[in-house]
């Protein structure tokens, strides 16, 4: 008997559901890489994960660690958003969205914003404004997600990212 739940605990450890998810990334600075449609996006991500793009961040290490904190508490708030079958059907969007403290000066206090152009990547998509507006819903009312204050003090206005709906 004693191996029967063994064996049955095995296989409920073994059984899980495929890694859906929403995947997040920053949108390169350098003029390597153009990332304003779904092709160029997706080849730029494809280079990535291939190890064929060289991180020319010139950025203080203080910035690199808050910007790399923020991107963190993104994803982790990205992944809930979406079920399995909103997954299965999103597969393979891309979006391009901004988190910005818009176009104000350093003494200005912080103003977190979600900015889209709907020109880019499948921005006009269904899932692309779905994550918008949940996106907008979470950063105007969690200070969790309020810019950076050592980026914006860097003088970085603007967060430039890149949502992957992956179904695998």
């Given at each position: 008997m004693m191996r029967f739940w063994a064996f049955g605990f095995l296989c409920f450890l073994c059984v899980g559901e495929a890694s859906a998810d929403v995947k997040v990334f920053f949108a390169p600075k350098s003029t390597t890489y153009e990332t304003n449609t779904s092709a160029e996006i997706k080849k730029y991500l494809e280079d990535l994960v291939g190890g064929k793009v060289v991180d020319l961040s010139d950025n203080p290490k203080a910035v690199n660690k808050s910007l790399g904190e923020y991107l963190k508490k993104i994803k982790g708030k990205t992944s809930v958003f979406f079920g399995r079958n909103e997954m299965s059907k999103y597969n393979g969007t891309v979006c391009k969205i901004s988190i910005t403290t818009g176009n104000t000066a350093p003494s200005d206090p912080i103003l977190t914003q979600v900015f889209?152009?709907?020109t880019l990547a499948d921005n006009n998509s269904e899932p692309c404004r779905e994550l918008n507006n949940k996106l907008m819903s979470v950063v105007s009312r969690d200070d969790v997600f309020k810019y950076?204050?050592?980026?914006k003090d860097y003088g970085m206005l603007s967060?430039?990212?890149?949502?992957?709906?992956n179904n695998n």
């Open positions: 889209t152009l709907g950076p204050a050592v980026v967060m430039d990212m890149i949502f992957y709906f």
